[in-house]
């Protein structure tokens, strides 16, 4: 459903790819650039369209459009395909509630064996020392 709303209320523009591509990146506009205003998506609600606001905001131009830009492949209608599901992507998961980190602690027994650990590599290593020669 979002991506049917992507393509319909989505702007495309193509330009020249850069890349590899022979002849053809220099004859044909393989790049796609998709533009998409947030506001005209009727598929989210208010709550997930701020929170659209907030985590993509970096790839918000200055008239609050959410932009992408492909150029991924030498063929035209793959990037645009590209485009879209991308975009799709980046909308379903800029929507998701974050679950927030629970702080934990390390067990006893973890506790100790870190300790064990560390007295055991520091006998080890005390016992590298220089041998002295009083025997």
Known sequence: MLKEEIEAKGTFSFSRSSGPGG???????????????IDSLTCINDEQRS????RLKNRMNSSGELYLQIQEERSQLQNRERAVRR????IETAMKRQVKRRATRPS???????LD????????????GRVSQDS
Do not use: G, P, W
């Open 108 to 114: 006893k027994a973890a506790h100790k064996r870190r």
């Open 117 to 128: 650990k560390k007295k055991i590599q520091s006998r080890k290593k005390s016992s590298r």
């Open 51 to 54: 929170r659209i606001r907030e």
């Open 23 to 37: 002849q053809n990146v220099n004859k044909v506009n393989s790049k796609v650039l998709l533009t998409l205003n």
């Open 87 to 90: 975009m799709a992507d980046l």
